[in-house]
């Protein structure tokens, strides 16, 4: 093996063989190097997953190396990221369900595995912090955590801040895998707040840890662009997608192995960066399931654009739900996570961390990032929350009213809502109708793998024929289904509802393009070549935002 291992990212090249190849021997990629190689009972819900006590990070099967079966060596390419701890590559015959150890490589590691890496973006509880989170190897006791930043060209002297530092345990953890095979070590995972920022003003920033003596290991260096003030009329982009995922470049296998889609999206919005300000991905971040490594793989996916923008995200069945842990749904997508990585891996500005809900202003937009795990019914703090955020926009300036969840609380024509005898997750739509007399414009779900767009909507019924080109008075809020940008892809069921406009089974993400106060593009496109497959305008003047529709308006008298 062979490679500089002074980067947060390396390509190693793994040889082997033996004298007795068979068709289901792998290699497969271990850190800590030193594993437990007994087998162990795995948590049933992913049958054909190696048997091991130890679960490995990845794997390839060895003739996945041309010559192998027929002269018993091959050589296999990984890519590793730099997950704090050291490496080995072990071959094992008998498949996934009764391996057996033929042979472990020497250890490697990276060049310092405490290394701080990959660092998120995010937007803070006002328009004028940026905050910035990062994972290391370095506790407190150890290192001090901060954040070089500036103005991009300013001459003046750079600001540090020091950052706060916070981990979770193996008892943090509610149930299999993540207590079990699944567990390792998440490291330690800092966040600095960047304030007093001048809107639209570039600035840079450095990660570091200032060790005892007083030598600084540092990140690498990254510019972003501070946000507009709320109100503030200039261009404003915004990505919205759900369900991502994470997959391997390297084409190994590894567990909870469903997100086909993952890279493309990644690669587009890596592509496009200049052409967005902000991302917001709602729910079903990794996958991980409980295998806690992959937490890493996803940050190490998503820096390209999260250390340069503010990737805003929401909780998803998959971060946070497990039975009898206070969540909504009583199901095990989480594989005994409950919530906890999501909640200290990312920053987001709520009050509460374990309640995921919260508001962003972002210019002429406000943002509801819902909590679709949490009881969102009336008469809960999160139905006041809600009804607390979308009552107190001022929308002669921020006129873009934005809901986001996870969940599908709205429409969907996807084929297992039908099989409910339903459209939408019981209890959602009727809950939320109240608040949607707050005019909404447009509401977000993930959760459902694929793309659908309704009509504005008004209690179930189309309020106008019109499909491209929105204008006038609001009376209907259009629901959007976005959660087609990574994992495996849902079906439609075979009648099309009359309220749905367009679908698409692909991969792909929407875009939002605020051009003024009274101009807003919505855009959806596919992963694969990044073009624009559906969209639709909204014109309208404040006046529009102010005419009484429906049940938005009290009753009014004459003056006497």
Same mark, same amino acid.
């Given at each position: ?33 030193? &594993?437990?190689?007994? %087998? ?12 091991? =006590? ?25 890519? *590793? ?19 057996? *150890?033929?042979? /472990? ?92 920022? $001048? ?16 030598? /600084? ?23 919205? &997608? ?30 496009? *960066? ?20 992959? $937490?890493?793989? &996803? ?40 919530? /906890? ?27 509801? /990032? ?18 607390? =955020? ?25 084929? $297992? ?26 509401? &977000? ?16 019924? =189309?309020?106008?024929?019109?499909? %491209? ?21 849902? %079906?439609?069921? %075979? ?66």
């Amino acid at each position: 093996m062979h490679n500089r291992m002074d980067e947060d990212t390396v390509w190693v090249t793994v040889k082997y063989g033996w004298e007795n190849p068979s068709a289901d021997d792998w290699i497969a990629v271990f850190s800590p190097a030193d &594993f437990i190689s007994g %087998s162990c009972p795995n948590p049933s819900r992913y049958p054909g997953e190696p048997l091991l =006590c130890t679960a490995p990070i990845k794997y390839q099967y060895a003739n996945y190396s041309a010559n192998y079966l027929h002269g018993g060596k091959g050589a296999i390419r990984f890519q *590793l990221i730099n997950q704090r701890s050291d490496f080995s590559f072990a071959l094992l015959a008998g498949g996934l369900e009764n391996p057996t *150890l033929v042979a /472990v490589s020497k250890q490697v590691a990276f060049k310092n595995p405490k290394a701080p890496v990959f660092p998120r973006l995010a937007q803070g509880k006002t328009h004028d912090e940026m905050t910035v989170t990062w994972t290391s190897g370095y506790d407190i006791g150890e290192a001090y955590p901060f954040v070089e930043w500036g103005v991009v060209a300013s001459g003046g002297n750079p600001t540090r801040t020091p950052a706060g530092t916070l981990t979770f345990s193996r008892g943090s953890m509610c149930g299999e895998p993540a207590r079990t095979v699944g567990w390792r070590d998440p490291g330690f995972i800092h966040t600095a707040f960047m304030r007093g920022l $001048w809107p639209n003003k570039e600035y840079f920033y450095k990660i570091g840890h200032e060790l005892s003596d007083g030598t /600084v290991v540092w990140g690498k260096s990254y510019t972003f662009r501070a946000p507009p003030t709320p109100g503030q009329n200039s261009l404003q982009r915004i990505i919205v &997608f759900g369900d991502m995922g994470k997959a391997e470049r390297d084409g190994s296998n590894e567990f909870a192995n469903y997100q086909p889609g993952s890279l493309n999206t990644t690669d587009k919005l890596v592509e496009d *960066l200049d052409n967005y300000d902000i991302v917001f991905h709602i729910g079903d971040l990794p996958y991980a399931n409980g295998y806690l490594s992959q $937490w890493d793989q &996803f940050t190490a996916q998503v820096a390209p654009i999260s250390a340069k923008k503010p990737y805003m995200v929401a909780s998803g069945n998959h971060e946070r739900d497990w039975p009898n842990s206070g969540g909504f749904f009583d199901v095990k997508d989480s594989g005994g996570e409950c919530g /906890v990585p999501a909640e200290t891996m990312y920053y987001y500005p709520a009050e509460n961390r374990a309640n995921f809900w919260y508001k962003v202003d972002y210019g002429m937009f406000r943002f509801y /990032v819902a909590d679709s795990e949490h009881d969102w019914r009336e008469g809960t703090p999160q139905y006041k929350f809600i009804e607390e =955020c979308l009552s107190t926009v001022d929308r002669k300036h921020q006129p873009w009213l934005i809901f986001a969840a996870h969940w599908v609380l709205g429409y969907s024509s996807n084929s $297992w809502y039908a099989d409910q005898g339903s459209f939408e997750e019981p209890e959602g739509r009727e809950s939320l109708q109240k608040l949607w007399r707050y005019r909404v414009d447009i509401a &977000f779900f993930g959760h459902v793998h694929n793309y659908e767009r309704t009509c504005p909507l008004y209690q179930s019924q =189309c309020v106008t024929n019109e499909r %491209s080109n929105y204008s006038g008075t609001m009376n209907g809020i259009i629901f959007v289904v976005a959660g087609g940008s990574g994992s495996h892809l849902s %079906s439609y069921t %075979s009648a099309i509802p009359k309220w749905s406009v367009f679908r698409d089974k692909d991969y792909g993400f929407t875009k939002l393009t605020a051009f003024n106060h009274s101009s807003l593009l919505f855009e959806y496109k596919k992963s694969s070549e990044g073009k624009v497959y559906d969209s639709f305008t909204i014109h309208r003047d404040y006046r529009d935002v102010l005419g009484c529709v429906h049940d938005s308006c009290f009753p009014t008298t004459l003056a006497t």
